[in-house]
């Protein structure tokens, strides 16, 4: 069965330093998506992107953070400077069709980011 | 924006016993999903159901979309139900808080 992956499992950074999260959608799909979720919270949308453009984001995703399709595969999420209250599980999720039309997302395993 | 929240926030029980959860949202929507999230943290998809009944072995779920409620049934629970279980509405899937299973042997 077709899943989305997510590298790496784990990443440790330094404040201040730039990440890049990395997400394989499912080869179909047409929409992709972050969400996080801080330890012991609930997960929250960040941003969806469709057709190379970023289609919704929520007040989270400010200007540290960008989302990116560099090729035809990979989906990435850049945090620019990271502080600590980034440390998270990010999680990335793919759906065949959005927008106004009901869609089921399949969300990755996560990558789980540690600012120290 | 909408508002999802679920009950009850933490569940304690028995092997073999039987638990109903509840995802109450605040406005119509047209795509909300069930999630187990494992002890490693990974969202595990249980149903799609914007509407209607669906069953999956022990688990099924159920979404009266004109009430604005869905219900998720675990019949017979084991200890690898336990976890946390959330629902999530429309398209930029608004996560409720969330209900904290577990099961005890």
């Known amino acids: 069965e077709p899943e989305v992956t997510q590298t790496p499992s784990h990443q440790v950074t330094q404040m201040g330093q730039e990440v890049i999260l990395r997400c394989v959608p499912i080869?179909?799909?047409?929409?992709f998506y972050w969400y996080r979720q801080i330890l012991g919270q609930k997960v929250e949308f960040l941003v969806s992107?469709?057709?190379?453009?970023?289609?919704?984001k929520s007040e989270i995703f400010d200007d540290q953070f960008s989302v990116e399709r560099p090729d035809g595969s990979n989906f990435t999420l850049k945090i620019r400077s990271t502080k600590l209250e980034d440390s998270a599980m990010y999680f990335c999720?793919?759906?065949?069709?959005?927008?106004?039309?009901?869609?089921?997302?399949?969300f990755g395993p996560g990558t789980r980011l540690t600012v120290t | 924006g909408i508002q999802v929240e679920q009950s009850p926030p933490d569940l304690i029980l028995q092997e073999g016993a039987n638990s109903t959860l509840r995802c109450n949202f605040s406005?119509?929507?047209?795509?909300l999903q069930w999630f187990h999230q494992n002890p490693w943290g990974q969202l595990i998809n249980l149903f799609y159901?914007?509407?209607g009944t669906k069953q999956n072995g022990r688990l099924s779920a159920t979404t009266v979309a004109t009430e604005r409620y869905s219900l998720l049934y675990i019949s017979s629970s084991q200890t690898t139900d336990s976890g946390v279980y959330f629902c999530?509405?429309?398209?930029?899937?608004?996560f409720g808080a969330g209900t904290r299973l577990t099961v005890k042997p």
């Open positions: 999720a793919s759906s065949e069709w959005g927008g106004s039309w009901s869609n089921e997302q399949y």
């Open positions: 080869s179909n799909h047409l929409y």
């Open positions: 992107f469709y057709n190379n453009e970023i289609s919704e």
């Open positions: 406005d119509s929507v047209n795509n």
């Open positions: 159901i914007p509407s």
């Open positions: 999530a509405v429309s398209n930029d899937m608004r």
